[in-house]
């Protein structure tokens, strides 16, 4: 397929996730510089990605409900384009589709597809199991006849987010940051386990540990709850930062702790090793996608525990967000890969000398 003048990426949601569109579009922009890419995204997520050079990002703030679709349509008027990355499959976003003029409409094969998503689609990616998310993602370019075969993401950062991360966050000890909350409530662990595991970093190894969490009541009341069961100091800025900020704190930590969340990923993409908590996910599927040495991963626990059977016999992709399941990480475990990243960083100065950009 020759460059096409125009082509349009709908995925609004969620941080995790548009973090993993990122790759695809610099390998488009690598293959076909002079092609024009639209985005549309979600209000928050724009946040994070927003300002990707050679992208226009057209926002679709889905709790506006009709203004926002009225606002989407007013820009997208008159437009046509040469192809739809259709890479979200909800009755939202289907319905959003259909404000997107196009001859070739990529979407997802039949297996990852609901919400009658097949109705607003013409083309299919390739139906593979077994895939990461990212890779899933990257797999839209095929049927436009290229391959992602380099994953590089390069979010911008402002200098003045860099200059909150320097002012946070010294740079004589090594950091742990600890994003304990997703916005899948059952994906969390206790915060008592949290609270053990700091103390150790700070007591035991020396660390500077960090809480870091969005503003909402929710996530300052477990960030408190974690911080009434410490017995060491840590930084707390919960409700404290943007999240350009929170790209900047996560690259200039040495290690995130976090459950399967937005800012697990975000830590991926800036290069930060993530210490992942799994348990109701598959860190195979929807983990840090360059390194999941570091992750515990309970998974194939749960699947035996709520469904009977291992992991490989369930569907890919399969949650098993079940009250409790997180409580199958036990703090010895998250401890145990916490020590492994430490000796790591010993073996080699270089690598574990303290982060001062």
């Known amino acids: 397929m020759s460059a096409p003048e125009a082509l349009c990426i709908l995925r609004t949601s969620a941080i995790g996730d548009v973090t993993h569109v990122v790759p695809l579009v610099r390998t ?39 203004e926002g679709f009225r606002t989407v349509r007013e820009k997208l008027a008159g437009r046509k384009f040469c192809a739809l990355l259709h890479m979200q499959v909800a009755l939202r976003s289907n319905l959003l589709s259909v404000l997107v003029k196009s001859p070739l409409r990529i979407g997802y094969d039949r297996a990852r597809s609901k919400d009658l998503h097949g109705l607003f689609i013409n083309c299919r990616i390739p139906a593979r199991s077994g895939e990461h998310v990212l890779d899933a993602m990257g797999s839209f370019l095929e049927p436009l006849g290229l391959v992602q075969e380099q994953v590089r993401w ?66 300052r009341e477990f960030a408190n709850e974690i911080l009434g069961h410490m017995q060491t100091h840590c930084i707390d800025l919960t409700g404290k930062d943007t999240l350009k ?13 976090a ?92 690598v574990g000398a303290p982060k001062r950009g």
């Open 28 to 66: 488009l922009q690598a293959a076909w510089p002079q092609t024009h890419i639209t985005w549309l995204i979600g209000k928050l997520e724009h946040k994070v990605v927003g300002d990707l050079p050679g992208v226009e990002f057209i926002v679709f703030d889905k709790s506006a409900k009709r």
């Open 154 to 219: 390069d979010i911008p950062i402002p200098e003045e987010a860099r200059e909150f991360a320097r002012q946070h966050l010294p740079a004589d000890k090594r950091i742990l940051l600890i994003s304990p909350t997703s916005s899948h409530r059952l994906r969390n662990w206790r915060p008592e386990r949290y609270a053990a595991v700091a103390d150790y970093a700070t007591h035991e190894l020396g660390w500077r540990v960090v809480l870091c969490g969005g503003p909402s009541e929710f996530e």
């Open 259 to 350: 459950p399967d969340s937005g800012p697990m990923h975000m830590a991926n993409a800036v290069g930060t090793p993530v210490l992942g908590l799994h348990a109701a996910s598959n860190p195979h599927r929807s983990g840090p996608y360059s390194d999941r040495q570091w992750c515990v991963d309970r998974y194939d626990a749960a699947a035996r525990k709520y469904r009977k059977k291992p992991a490989e016999k369930l569907a890919w992709g399969t949650k098993l967000e079940y009250k409790g399941v997180m409580d199958l990480i036990e703090v010895e475990d998250v401890i145990e890969r916490l020590i492994a990243f430490d000796q790591h960083l010993s073996t080699d100065p270089g």
């Open 245 to 257: 900020q929170l790209l900047a704190l996560l690259q200039r930590a040495d290690l995130v702790l």
